[in-house]
């Protein structure tokens, strides 16, 4: 895709810029497009209601910003956003932005989700600066947007009430996996404002239930007979006139405001309700400051402790000035709660149904007065709400639960119980559809987990094979009671690679199964039908049992007896390239997300396993490249010269690295080591372009080993390669006399490589690090080069190596060049073959991290001629003196 950075100005450095947030410059005309647009989305009321409806409060919510940072993750985006679009748009979730970047409102014409919603399918724009429907909008003429997906959130009734998209200032492309995954957020996005709408709406009628409760005035008391701390909550102080910092929590306190004809026969109550340890009800008058008098009906009951006494009086209290029978007045603060009320006496029966009871039970209170519960609801006996209420009488403390009642009523509900003296009084609400919006919300969740498992499984090694084997571990159970993994192999036969099974002691069964089934499975059967076709195929377990001939794979399939299967495609750039079969057992049908999900599954298991192939063929070609360039070393009689290449275990696995060994016309032997600066096809193209140079140069001139690198350089000037290369080049020649004496010079320079080892007869190591290397080959080419000469005896060993084989990620190249001088003083008396083996194994384990090449000689000497046969004059054609040095 051609870049826009010329034409389209970018945000200053340092500054992410929020999608709607770049104003609209005085001269640009708006799109007709976007104004229509608008207008559509304004002009449907039921819309725009239903978006208010869901809009979260001022700021949004932590689990929408989380969603938006997970979509900037799985995408790759610098932004991500959830925009709200009733009249106005409004940010509920943003990842990507600075602080205050996201608050505020923007025009529905000025947005670019206007036009997705309108639309209402996914809009996609790689390039938005070149895309007519999307150039004149602020964001993109700001060029705040380069790259523009958005998705459509739509709720339940098919109202679309709002926008999830991500942005690049860059212009990028999108994939069908790109639309996929925020598809998927995007409905977890939904889920998430229908769980906090229902929240919030939960929270009001908590609300309003306390209200009713205030506005009956009722009030409870706690009264620990142990310390003497009694204990008001708000409405039963204000009924006694007390504000909170007048209380002081005593006895002596509800004693001052009793008015004093009543306070002996109130004492008196209190008196045999603690020993007794039954219970309190009386009806007395509070005098209140100023004079005022109320009439008050209080009930309690006295609670034993441990060693026997009453320990403490638990109760509730409520005015009854206006109406002194009270439970009118009560009554009719029930009937008007949100809430469903009803009473039970001791024997269970119900005693009173407010009209929200009668709604949520589906009976009227004629029907339900005076029946006992567990007839009326037989489903409550044995189940969470016997252990409940009988809990709450027996210990006389109020009990808190949710808990499901089966059909006919077939809902969640709230309730809060506690004891009276009458019997059992429990409030309860409906909760179901914030419980199936909760469990929405936790299953939404962890199928993007699962996704994101899946995709750091693949992307974290270079074995993707391997690693899609294990996917049906992650499936299973998330997605399935059992799985198989089948993928194409190079011959294009389909090869079972993975199962496994919810439980343990099947798993051998399905192992066995899977090395069987394919040999004997028909075309005609679903799993084939779905590898030819590419398409998924759901089908019941029966429908591969029939086809399948009688044997072993039939059997064992009748023992594992899914009763359902889904055979699900692993596509891939229009092919398929494997099958993941889903099995479920009886009673556990698939969920329509659950298959879009393993779908999903499916396709990133299929791209990443396609990808891994294009890259093992790619690299295949590359590497033997590579090798083709690296040609093997002569033989002088005088020397024996081994060679090493290794290429890269991770990354692009070809590079510049190379060795070279040839023999100068004049019969001197020359080696080589260098090092392109890079790991790409470039670079090995590179490697390829200098090592010829120079070859043609020593071959040629019989140049020395610096005139050799001076005029590489020259070459490299001349022929504009801009590349930078490391070097070693080192030349072996004899004398007549030096071969008498059994030793030989080596001469040798070096373009910033490291320098060569020598390992002497005696074993010991000499590193020639006393000579500073002169700069890489490409920088200068007028650099004068420089030489070093020195004397080896027969038997050693010279050893020319690149950086790979000692540099590592957690350690120094110092520390790598101890390990190699200890290596070589070990490995020194073995053959020389043998021995670059050996260092190989030992310093990089046969997976470098880097391409790692080796070139060695070992010196000896030649069985010389005798006279006879060789004359006088002759002399050997190796390792022979350069006339010209």
Same mark, same amino acid.
């Given at each position: 895709?051609? #870049?826009?950075?010329?034409?389209?100005?970018?945000?200053?450095?340092?500054?992410?810029?929020?999608?709607?947030? +770049?104003?609209?410059?005085?001269?640009?005309?708006?799109?007709?497009?976007?104004?229509?647009?608008?207008?559509?989305?304004?002009?449907?009321?039921?819309?725009?209601?239903?978006?208010?409806?869901?809009?979260?409060?001022?700021?949004?919510?932590?689990?929408?910003?989380?969603?938006?940072?997970?979509?900037?993750?799985?995408?790759?985006?610098?932004?991500?956003?959830?925009?709200?679009?009733?009249?106005?748009?409004?940010?509920?979730?943003?990842?990507?932005?600075?602080?205050?970047?996201?608050?505020?409102?923007?025009?529905?014409?000025?947005?670019?989700?206007?036009?997705?919603?309108?639309?209402?399918?996914?809009?996609?724009?790689?390039?938005?600066?070149?895309?007519?429907?999307?150039?004149?909008?602020?964001?993109?003429?700001?060029?705040?947007?380069?790259?523009?997906?958005?998705?459509?959130?739509?709720?339940?009734?098919?109202?679309?009430?709002?926008? =999830?998209?991500?942005?690049?200032?860059?212009?990028?492309?999108?994939?069908?996996?790109?639309?996929?995954?925020?598809?998927?957020?995007?409905?977890?996005?939904?889920?998430?404002?229908?769980?906090?709408?229902?929240?919030?709406?939960?929270?009001?009628?908590?609300?309003?239930?306390?209200?009713?409760?205030?506005?009956?005035?009722?009030?409870?008391?706690?009264?620990?007979?142990?310390?003497?701390?009694?204990?008001?909550?708000?409405?039963?102080?204000?009924?006694?006139?007390?504000?909170?910092?007048?209380?002081?929590?005593?006895?002596?306190?509800?004693?001052?405001?009793?008015?004093?004809?009543?306070?002996?026969?109130?004492?008196?109550?209190?008196?045999?309700?603690?020993?007794?340890?039954?219970?309190?009800?009386?009806?007395?008058?509070?005098?209140?400051?100023?004079?005022?008098?109320?009439?008050?009906?209080?009930?309690?009951?006295?609670?034993?402790?441990?060693?026997?006494?009453?320990?403490?009086? =638990?109760?509730?209290?409520?005015?009854?000035?206006?109406?002194?029978?009270?439970?009118?007045?009560?009554?009719?603060?029930?009937?008007?709660?949100?809430?469903?009320?009803?009473?039970?006496?001791?024997?269970?029966?119900?005693?009173?149904?407010?009209?929200?009871?009668?709604?949520?039970?589906?009976? #009227?209170?004629?029907?339900?007065?005076?029946?006992?519960?567990?007839?009326?609801?037989?489903?409550?006996?044995? +189940?969470?709400?016997?252990?409940?209420?009988?809990?709450?009488?027996?210990?006389?403390?109020?009990?808190?639960?949710?808990?499901?009642?089966?059909?006919?009523?077939?809902?969640?509900?709230?309730?809060?119980?506690?004891? #009276? %003296?009458?019997?059992?009084?429990?409030?309860?609400?409906?909760?179901?559809?914030?419980?199936?919006?909760?469990?929405?919300?936790?299953?939404?969740?962890?199928?993007?987990?699962?996704?994101?498992?899946?995709?750091?499984?693949?992307?974290?090694?270079?074995?993707?094979?391997?690693?899609?084997?294990?996917?049906?571990?992650?499936?299973?159970?998330?997605?399935?009671?059992?799985?198989?993994?089948?993928?194409?192999?190079?011959?294009?036969?389909?090869?079972?690679?993975?199962?496994?099974?919810?439980?343990?002691?099947?798993?051998?069964?399905?192992?066995?199964?899977?090395?069987?089934?394919?040999?004997?499975?028909?075309?005609?059967?679903?799993?084939?039908?779905?590898?030819?076709?590419?398409? %998924?195929?759901?089908?019941?377990?029966?429908?591969?049992?029939?086809?399948?001939?009688?044997?072993?794979?039939?059997?064992?399939?009748?023992?594992?007896?899914?009763?359902?299967?889904?055979?699900?495609?692993?596509?891939?750039?229009?092919?398929?390239?494997?099958?993941?079969?889903?099995?479920?057992?009886?009673?556990?049908?698939? +969920?329509?997300?659950?298959?879009?999900?393993?779908?999903?599954?499916?396709?990133?298991?299929?791209?990443?396993?396609?990808?891994?192939?294009?890259?093992?063929?790619?690299?295949?070609?590359?590497?033997?490249?590579?090798? +083709?360039?690296?040609?093997?070393?002569?033989?002088?009689?005088?020397?024996?010269?081994?060679?090493?290449?290794? %290429?890269?275990?991770?990354?692009?696995?070809?590079?510049?690295?190379?060795?070279?060994?040839?023999?100068?016309?004049?019969?001197?032997?020359?080696?080589?080591?260098?090092?392109?600066?890079?790991?790409?096809?470039?670079?090995?193209?590179?490697?390829?372009?200098?090592?010829?140079?120079?070859?043609?140069?020593?071959?040629?001139?019989?140049?020395?080993?610096?005139?050799?690198?001076?005029? =590489?350089?020259?070459?490299?000037?001349?022929?504009?390669?801009?590349?930078?290369?490391?070097?070693?080049?080192?030349?072996?020649?004899?004398?007549?006399?030096?071969?008498?004496?059994?030793?030989?010079?080596?001469?040798?320079?070096?373009?910033?490589?490291?320098?060569? =080892?020598?390992?002497?007869?005696?074993?010991?190591?000499?590193?020639?690090?006393?000579?500073?290397?002169?700069?890489?080959?490409?920088?200068?080419?007028?650099?004068?080069?420089?030489?070093?000469?020195?004397?080896?005896?027969?038997?050693?060993?010279?050893?020319?190596?690149?950086?790979?084989?000692?540099?590592?990620?957690?350690?120094?190249?110092?520390?790598?060049?101890?390990?190699?001088?200890?290596?070589?003083?070990?490995?020194?008396?073995?053959?020389?073959?043998?021995?670059?083996?050996?260092?190989?194994?030992?310093?990089?384990?046969?997976?470098?991290?880097?391409?790692?090449?080796?070139?060695?000689?070992?010196?000896?000497?030649?069985?010389?001629?005798?006279?006879?046969?060789?004359?006088?004059?002759?002399?050997?054609?190796?390792?022979?003196?350069? %006339?010209? #040095?």
């Amino acid at each position: 895709m051609r #870049s826009r950075a010329s034409h389209t100005p970018r945000p200053r450095a340092g500054r992410k810029v929020s999608v709607e947030e +770049s104003p609209r410059r005085a001269d640009a005309v708006r799109p007709s497009n976007a104004d229509r647009a608008a207008d559509q989305l304004r002009s449907d009321p039921a819309r725009v209601r239903a978006a208010r409806r869901l809009r979260p409060p001022c700021g949004g919510t932590a689990a929408l910003d989380r969603l938006t940072e997970l979509a900037a993750r799985l995408l790759g985006t610098a932004t991500a956003q959830i925009s709200m679009l009733d009249d106005v748009q409004t940010i509920a979730g943003a990842s990507g932005l600075l602080p205050g970047e996201a608050l505020g409102e923007t025009p529905l014409p000025e947005s670019l989700c206007t036009l997705t919603a309108t639309a209402g399918a996914p809009l996609l724009a790689g390039d938005a600066p070149s895309d007519e429907r999307l150039a004149g909008l602020p964001p993109v003429a700001s060029g705040a947007v380069g790259a523009y997906l958005g998705v459509p959130l739509t709720d339940d009734e098919g109202h679309v009430v709002g926008v =999830l998209c991500v942005t690049d200032p860059a212009p990028r492309e999108w994939s069908g996996t790109d639309v996929a995954t925020l598809r998927q957020l995007a409905a977890a996005v939904v889920t998430e404002l229908q769980y906090a709408a229902l929240t919030s709406e939960y929270e009001r009628q908590h609300l309003r239930w306390r209200l009713a409760m205030d506005a009956g005035g009722v009030g409870t008391f706690d009264w620990d007979l142990r310390t003497g701390e009694l204990t008001w909550d708000e409405p039963l102080m204000a009924t006694f006139g007390y504000a909170a910092e007048d209380f002081d929590g005593t006895i002596d306190a509800f004693n001052r405001r009793l008015h004093p004809d009543d306070l002996p026969r109130v004492s008196e109550a209190l008196r045999a309700c603690i020993e007794t340890r039954g219970e309190f009800e009386a009806e007395y008058r509070v005098v209140r400051p100023g004079g005022g008098t109320r009439w008050v009906q209080a009930r309690g009951r006295a609670l034993a402790g441990s060693d026997g006494p009453a320990a403490r009086i =638990l109760g509730a209290a409520y005015d009854t000035t206006e109406d002194r029978s009270g439970d009118v007045r009560v009554a009719r603060v029930l009937e008007a709660m949100p809430a469903g009320f009803y009473s039970l006496d001791h024997e269970w029966r119900f005693t009173h149904v407010n009209a929200e009871a009668e709604r949520l039970l589906g009976s #009227s209170r004629e029907e339900l007065l005076g029946q006992v519960i567990w007839t009326a609801f037989p489903s409550t006996v044995d +189940s969470v709400f016997e252990e409940g209420f009988r809990s709450a009488v027996r210990t006389a403390q109020p009990v808190n639960f949710d808990a499901h009642y089966p059909a006919p009523l077939n809902g969640w509900y709230e309730l809060r119980a506690w004891p #009276s %003296p009458e019997g059992l009084s429990v409030y309860f609400i409906e909760v179901t559809e914030r419980k199936q919006s909760r469990e929405r919300a936790e299953r939404s969740a962890q199928q993007l987990a699962l996704l994101a498992q899946v995709s750091a499984e693949l992307a974290g090694t270079l074995d993707v094979e391997a690693a899609t084997a294990r996917l049906p571990r992650l499936v299973v159970p998330a997605l399935s009671d059992f799985c198989v993994l089948t993928v194409i192999d190079a011959d294009g036969r389909p090869r079972d690679v993975g199962t496994w099974h919810v439980d343990p002691a099947s798993r051998p069964v399905l192992d066995r199964y899977a090395e069987v089934r394919l040999d004997v499975m028909p075309v005609t059967a679903p799993v084939a039908r779905a590898l030819h076709t590419g398409e %998924p195929v759901a089908f019941t377990g029966n429908d591969v049992l029939d086809v399948l001939p009688p044997g072993r794979a039939r059997d064992l399939l009748a023992v594992l007896a899914p009763a359902s299967e889904v055979a699900l495609p692993l596509r891939a750039r229009g092919r398929t390239v494997g099958l993941l079969t889903l099995f479920y057992r009886e009673g556990h049908a698939p +969920s329509e997300d659950d298959v879009a999900t393993a779908q999903d599954v499916a396709d990133r298991a299929g791209l990443a396993l396609d990808n891994a192939r294009l890259y093992a063929q790619q690299q295949q070609l590359a590497e033997g490249l590579q090798r +083709s360039l690296l040609t093997e070393p002569p033989q002088p009689d005088h020397a024996e010269i081994a060679v090493r290449y290794l %290429p890269a275990a991770e990354a692009a696995r070809v590079g510049g690295d190379w060795y070279d060994a040839f023999l100068q016309p004049g019969g001197a032997t020359m080696l080589v080591i260098g090092d392109v600066v890079g790991h790409d096809t470039e670079a090995a193209a590179a490697m390829g372009q200098l090592r010829g140079l120079l070859r043609g140069i020593a071959t040629y001139s019989a140049a020395p080993p610096a005139e050799v690198l001076r005029g =590489l350089d020259a070459s490299m000037a001349v022929l504009e390669t801009r590349v930078l290369a490391t070097a070693a080049v080192a030349r072996f020649e004899q004398t007549d006399d030096d071969r008498r004496r059994g030793i030989t010079r080596m001469r040798w320079t070096n373009a910033g490589h490291l320098p060569p =080892l020598v390992v002497h007869p005696d074993g010991s190591v000499a590193e020639l690090s006393t000579w500073k290397g002169d700069l890489l080959l490409g920088v200068d080419h007028e650099v004068v080069r420089q030489e070093s000469v020195i004397t080896l005896d027969q038997g050693s060993t010279v050893l020319l190596f690149t950086d790979g084989l000692v540099e590592r990620r957690d350690a120094d190249l110092d520390a790598g060049m101890v390990r190699l001088r200890e290596a070589l003083t070990e490995l020194a008396d073995r053959p020389l073959q043998e021995l670059l083996d050996e260092l190989i194994d030992r310093l990089v384990d046969g997976r470098p991290e880097d391409d790692v090449a080796l070139v060695a000689v070992r010196l000896h000497q030649p069985d010389l001629p005798r006279p006879s046969e060789a004359g006088p004059t002759a002399v050997p054609d190796v390792l022979r003196p350069n %006339p010209a #040095s």
